[in-house]
């Protein structure tokens, strides 16, 4: 992406927000479907793909490494893989763009290859923590050759040939760090087990069992998992449905909740329960979220959501929740700004490490707008009010994410909320500015 120039955005009051719009296809299980399928023989296709630049990223890292990806006319992406610890070393470095997803998922798959890869991403991206996926890719026998202080990008990985079994257990909730563990083990010859103190969103085992990999995950301990995966299967070609993002679907969402009069239907989104700690937190601030219709939509359950605008009340977040809307603390954020009283959000360190410190930038969002915040120790305590002043310019730090959530947080402030860098919105939302000026809202 250019980050020469910077595109700024503005978001203002304008009338209610209604209409029925579909959120673009979840990012997880995008970049998922992608990476299983370039290890399938065979013809793998997936509908509903997320076409942000985080996932065109993984897709042109799985061409790189030997796999025929197209996207047909009729928006069916086709994929013709290598097989389990097949893949071919790659002419380039691997540029994974803002995407830890991508990045950290793609090295714990070529750490079960033996080709030797390079890893690399934009300014955002070499910022965060890659040790801990390369922690137990080294117990597994892959090889870091070079990396950047403390284990950044760029980092070139050698692959083990028959990766060793391992029993991991990973020492933050992570469902990357889960993943690169799992997605080396298919390569393993034997079971690799992950031990999970807290679950975190299931994707990974849910795709590999599509693809007729053996998974079993059994309850472990009071919110955990224990997930086992019998190494070297024959991974059968599948055809993946990519359900919309309830991460995405949080901004639209949460404005309509804010925007006074406000009526709006989002369609399936995906309800995967490890995803919708926001929801379930909004429900309890007063929120009216009604569910018009749930379905199966390629082995994960989807609801169309009519959401109203409806007064909220501040409330308790407790940490064990964290894993399940890790993503969407942000705009959770925005909605405790606009709700009667204190909103206490516990156990958010691992927001210090995502495309931005986000405990910081979301923090420094409410601020500048004129919302009370205070940071103690891992929590965010936001004091709400009705009424959020507004009219400041929010600095973005390349993360979508904060960019989305400053601008929801703008058409509802009594004065307009500008942030000074929209761009990154493609990473994972193409089409946000569109679809929400679908709904009325003001963005210029
Ligand atoms: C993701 C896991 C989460 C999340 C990210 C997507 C995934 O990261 O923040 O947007 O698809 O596995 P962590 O694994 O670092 O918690």
Redesign the pocket.
């Known amino acids: 992406m250019d980050t020469a120039v910077l595109t700024p955005l503005t978001a203002g009051q304008g009338g209610p927000l209604q209409g029925c719009v579909r959120v673009p296809g979840d ?2 299980i995008s ?1 998922r479907a992608l990476i299983l399928g370039a290890l399938t023989v065979g013809e793998t296709t997936v509908a509903g793909l997320l076409e942000g630049e985080d996932v065109l990223h993984t897709a042109a890292a799985m061409r790189a490494l030997g796999a025929h990806l197209e996207r047909g006319g009729d928006g069916l992406w086709r994929i013709h893989g290598v097989g389990v610890a097949g893949f071919a070393q790659p002419s380039v470095p691997l540029d994974f763009g803002n995407s ?2 991508g990045v950290r998922l793609a090295i714990g798959a070529v750490a079960g290859s033996p080709v030797t890869a390079t890893f690399d991403g934009d300014a955002s991206l070499r910022k965060r923590p890659m040790r801990r996926v390369l922690d137990p890719l080294e117990r597994m026998g892959a090889r870091v050759l070079d990396c950047a202080e403390g284990g950044r990008l760029p980092l070139t990985l050698h692959g083990a040939r028959d990766p060793i079994p391992i029993v991991y257990e990973p020492p933050v ?5 889960k ?1 690169a563990v799992l997605l080396a083990g298919l390569a393993a010859p034997g079971e690799t087990t992950v031990i999970e103190a807290e679950a ?2 299931d ?1 990974t085992e849910r795709l590999l069992k599509h693809f007729g990999a053996k998974v079993v995950s059994r309850p472990y301990g009071e919110h955990g998992r224990r997930i086992t995966l019998q190494g070297q299967p024959e991974l059968e070609p599948a055809n993946v449905v990519v359900p919309a993002d309830p991460s995405s679907a949080a901004f639209p969402l949460v404005a309509a909740l804010i925007v006074p009069g406000s009526d709006v239907t989002l369609e399936a989104v995906m309800t995967n329960p490890l995803r919708t700690g926001l929801y379930t937190t909004l429900r309890e601030m007063g929120a009216k979220i009604e569910t018009l219709a749930t379905r199966d939509d390629g082995g994960e359950e989807v609801a169309d959501l009519r959401v109203t605008a409806s007064p909220l009340k501040g409330v308790e977040v407790p940490a064990a929740r964290a894993p399940s809307m ?2 969407e603390y942000p705009i959770l954020a925005v909605a405790a700004a606009f709700a009667e009283g204190t909103t206490r959000m516990r156990g958010l360190q ?1 927001l210090r490490v ?1 495309e931005s410190d986000r405990l910081a930038a979301t923090a420094d969002m409410l601020r500048a707008n004129g919302v009370e915040v205070a940071i103690e120790g891992d929590d965010m305590i936001v004091q709400g009010k009705p009424s959020v002043a507004g009219g400041a310019e929010v600095t973005t730090h390349m993360d979508h994410r904060i960019a989305m959530a400053a601008l929801v947080m703008g058409l509802a402030s009594e004065q307009p909320v500008r942030v000074d860098d929209s761009a990154f919105i493609a990473t994972s939302f193409p089409g946000f500015v569109e679809l929400m000026r679908s709904l009325g809202a003001d963005l210029a």
């Open positions: 990012k997880s970049h830890g997803t909730a992570s469902a990357q760090l993943s975190t969103r994707h890790i993503d691992e995502k």
